[in-house]
């Protein structure tokens, strides 16, 4: 893959994360003063579901371009994301501090949630706080990945490996295992989610 390929590709996943953006927006101001119908908490969950599944395509991408393979078994999707966490995982960039690790973790896990739960079982409430804070998010997580792409540094070289320590991944995994957003009931999941 080349440079040319990569910013090709991450400007099309862009394109879409704005326009599921502009479509939640709508749903929501639809939605204003009421409760919704199931079919629109649904919807709702799906744009948020798609909000970061784009995300998650735009690492898959970058980690292709650098050659990494990509992680496997269960937990592929949370270790990817570690991958990109400050600090990262060589030779790939740091794309979110521990600020925005922190904002971006309920949308990886409500993904799951949306996969393996029913629309009945969504609280509005609790999703018009992610609905209302992903704006934000996105412009947060925009930023990151332009000044990545814009650097010197990257993407047209590896930058400086890292080792994982052991302080590392405890201090991960205790920001990837809060607790679930969005549900009015607890949800059982995998330690996949």
Request: aromatic content about 12%; charged content about 25%.
């Amino acid at each position: 893959m080349t440079v040319e390929d990569l910013r090709e590709e991450i400007s099309i996943e862009l394109e879409n994360i704005v326009r599921t953006l502009e479509e939640l927006s709508a749903l929501q101001r639809d939605t204003e003063g009421r409760e919704p119908t199931i079919r629109e908490k649904t919807a709702a969950a799906a744009f948020l579901a798609q909000f970061y599944n784009g995300i998650e395509n735009i690492l898959k991408r970058i980690s292709r371009y650098h050659a990494v393979h990509l992680p496997a078994g269960d937990t592929w999707h949370i270790e990817l994301f570690r991958w990109f966490c400050d600090p990262p995982y060589p030779p790939l960039p740091s794309l979110f501090d521990s600020s925005l690790a922190s904002d971006l973790a309920p949308y990886r896990k409500f993904r799951h949630v949306v996969h393996h739960s029913y629309g009945f079982q969504l609280d509005w409430e609790r999703m018009a706080e992610g609905i209302d804070k992903v704006d934000q998010v996105y412009r947060r997580f925009k930023t990151k990945l332009e000044d990545y792409l814009n650097s010197g540094s990257s993407p047209n070289r590896v930058g400086d490996f890292w080792t994982f320590s052991a302080s590392f991944r405890e201090k991960k995994n205790a920001l990837l295992y809060e607790p679930m957003l969005f549900l009015k009931m607890e949800v059982i999941h995998s330690p996949g989610a």
